[in-house]
Structures are given as structure tokens and as C-alpha cells.
């Protein structure tokens, strides 16, 4: 299985180090070697193909604000830049979130996790409606869809549960036929337990380079 795999650039290389090891940490996430320039930063995302870049501002070469339109890859801002300026520039040049030094681990793994639920909830077959755009887009604040407390499962809601407590991480496809319900029905219920908390999506790499989303319980 093969995770997101994020590229992050940072001038020091002490803080660089400790943010990989905070992404190493998070299931789901891998973290490419670090670079501290612009220059690099290019040359590694060419060469690389990260999944994610995570961007410091204050750069050596070319200030991460101007090198972000450049970088043709997700990127997400960790910076001490916090005036209001650089944080709507970079949000208008297409930065996906600015999380502002210092930092803790718990801070960047609800990021992260937050940009996980996005890509699966923009991975999914078919058009979006306004409601499933609004869920994805709320996802990268690292907010979920709220819960009704003591809420009753479906029966197939249930059925799903017990399907990958029995058989660990599966597909959609797997886990429909071990239900007995379509696949766009087993995706249906599989991204409302994601929502909700009570599973976790994996990312699996077949030989068409193109990701398979798996699931399994929470721990």
C-alpha cells in the first residue's frame, strides 16, 4: 500500500526533520526527504510527483509565495509568515490551507487528516453536488460532519461494519459483495462512516499508478 506522499520545504533543516517525523507518524502519510530551497523544491516535485507539498514562506532563493503558483502539486502553507497579506495571497495563488508556526503534532495531523477526507471525498466517481463540494471543503478546516449522538445504525450501516471488522482493509467492491449491495451503495455508506469517524481510508497504488481507495475500521 502506498500513502500520500508529501514533499516538505523549509530552509531549516532541524524543523524540516521534525515536521517529517510528525508526518511519518500519521497513518495514511509519508514524508519525502526535505529541501530547503525553491530551486529544489522544484526539482523534487518534477521528479517526484508529490501528492502534497507542505511550504514554508521564508525561503533562501524565492519566497514560497511566489514559488507556490509554480508548484504543480496540493500545497498547504506551514509558515511563521501570520500577517494578513501573505495569508490571502497565498490563499488566492491556490494554497489548500496556511497553518501558521509553531505548531504541534496533533495541529498538523488534523491538517492532514482534514486534506486525506478532501482527496477521497473528490476521488469519488461522477459530478459533485453543492452539498458533497460544501463536505469536502469543510474537510480541509478539519471539520467532520457533525453526528446525532446515540444514533442508531441501518442494518446495512452495520452490515458494513461487520464486513471490514471480518475482512480488514477492503475496496468498495469487496466490501459490496460481502453485503450484498452495489458498489455506488457500499461507497455511499463507506464515505458517511469516514465522515462520521468510524473508519479510516487507506490509499493503494495498482500498476496503473492510479489510487484504490481501501478501508478498515478505526482503531
Known amino acids: 500500500m502506498t500513502d500520500f506522499r508529501v514533499l516538505i520545504v523549509d530552509d531549516d533543516f532541524h524543523v524540516a526533520r ?4 510528525y508526518v511519518e507518524a500519521i497513518p495514511g502519510f509519508a514524508a519525502l526527504a526535505p529541501v530547503g530551497t525553491a530551486a529544489l523544491a522544484l526539482q523534487a516535485v518534477h521528479a517526484l510527483r508529490p501528492d502534497l507539498v507542505l511550504l514554508d ?6 519566497p514560497g509565495l511566489e514559488l507556490l503558483p509554480s508548484l504543480d502539486a496540493d500545497t498547504i502553507m506551514l509558515t511563521a509568515a501570520a500577517d494578513p497579506d501573505s495569508i490571502r495571497y497565498a490563499l488566492r495563488r491556490g494554497a489548500l490551507g496556511y497553518l501558521i508556526k509553531p505548531f ?5 495531523e488534523t491538517v492532514l487528516r482534514g ?3 478532501f482527496r477521497r471525498m473528490l476521488g469519488t466517481p461522477g459530478n459533485l453536488d453543492q452539498a458533497s463540494l ?7 478546516l478539519g471539520t467532520r460532519e457533525p453526528s446525532a449522538p446515540g444514533r442508531p445504525r441501518s442494518s446495512t450501516e452495520t452490515a458494513v461494519l461487520e464486513a471490514l471488522a471480518s475482512g480488514g482493509l477492503l475496496s468498495a467492491a469487496e466490501v459490496a459483495a460481502v453485503v450484498g ?8 455508506y463507506l ?3 469516514a465522515d462520521d469517524g468510524s473508519i479510516e481510508i487507506r490509499l493503494r497504488y495498482g500498476a496503473t499508478g492510479r489510487p484504490e481507495h481501501r478501508y478498515e475500521l478505526c482503531d
Open 104 to 108: 504541534g503534532a496533533d495541529e498538523l
Open 181 to 188: 449491495v452495489s458498489r455506488a451503495t457500499a461507497q455511499r
Open 115 to 117: 486534506y486525506s477526507r
Open 57 to 62: 514562506v521564508y525561503l533562501p532563493d524565492t
Open 18 to 21: 521534525v515536521h517529517a517525523t
Open 191 to 193: 464515505a458517511a462512516l
Open 134 to 140: 460544501d463536505r469536502a471543503r469543510r474537510s480541509l
